[in-house]
């Protein structure tokens, strides 16, 4: 086991409403990242954060949002939901050493997002 | 832009057998690769990085930056190592610093 927990694990929400997904390790690592995985489809990197502060993005629009707090947990919420937000949302947590080189990255077990 | 591209998305192979999965990739700067694997039911997990130059339950992968290529390679497959296998490339600069790419993936089937 990793020590990465997300929660909930599955969650049905309406077009337009916002939601919140949430990130915690049992570990010390101090960055989180968070993939979108559609079905049939490999992660797709969201953003990044280290040190409370995003440090990296993909190609996700403003409506994606997160936040990582002191005790390095994190939360992804994202507003005014649509139908292709349906996915399995990954966080991974890492460790930024010196001269940002990031080690290994453990996955959660994601949470299945389903917008109706 | 970097790009990873696995071209089987299924992969049979009877127990024993040697398996290759292909993974090719871009991006300008150097790369630094991954091998995650999801067994059934499992979260996504590190299988090895090119880096380490280890081999993990028997899997090895070789960067080759010539041929711009990463596969991963078994010499006696087995039934255990049936899973979906993740090729993915590390981004260690701009404003994309610490993204992974991943391409999009191979289930691979060993049979006995």
């Known amino acids: 086991e990793t020590g990465v927990t997300q929660s909930p694990t599955h969650l049905i929400k309406t077009r337009g409403q916002q939601v919140t997904l949430r990130c915690s390790s049992q570990s010390g690592h101090n960055t989180v990242s968070w993939y979108q995985q559609a079905l049939g489809q490999g992660p797709q990197f969201i953003f990044q954060?280290?040190?409370?502060?995003?440090?990296g993005r993909g190609n996700f629009p403003p409506r994606f949002s997160g936040l990582q707090f002191p005790n390095y947990s994190s939360e992804l919420n994202v507003n005014a939901l649509e139908l292709d937000d349906s996915a399995l949302y990954l966080c991974?947590?890492?460790?930024?050493?010196?001269?940002?080189?990031?080690?290994?990255?453990?996955f959660g077990q994601g949470t299945r997002l389903t917008v109706v | 832009a970097q790009r990873v591209t696995q071209p089987e998305k299924l992969l049979s192979v009877f127990k024993g057998a040697p398996v290759e999965l292909k993974c090719n990739y871009s991006?300008?700067?150097?790369?630094?690769l991954f091998w995650y694997v999801q067994y059934s039911r499992q979260r996504l997990q590190l299988l090895l990085r090119h880096i380490s130059r280890e081999s993990i339950k028997g899997f090895t992968a070789d960067l080759n930056k010539g041929e711009t290529s990463f596969h991963l390679k078994k010499p006696f497959a087995q039934e255990e190592d049936s899973a979906m296998y993740y090729c993915?490339?590390?981004?260690?600069?701009?404003?994309?610093?610490?993204?992974?790419?991943f391409g999009q993936g191979t289930i691979l089937t060993v049979h006995p």
């Open positions: 993915a490339l590390l981004n260690a600069g701009g404003t994309s610093y610490g993204k992974l790419t």
């Open positions: 991006y300008s700067g150097s790369p630094e």
């Open positions: 991974a947590r890492s460790l930024t050493g010196r001269a940002r080189m990031n080690t290994e990255a453990f």
């Open positions: 954060y280290y040190r409370e502060e995003e440090n």
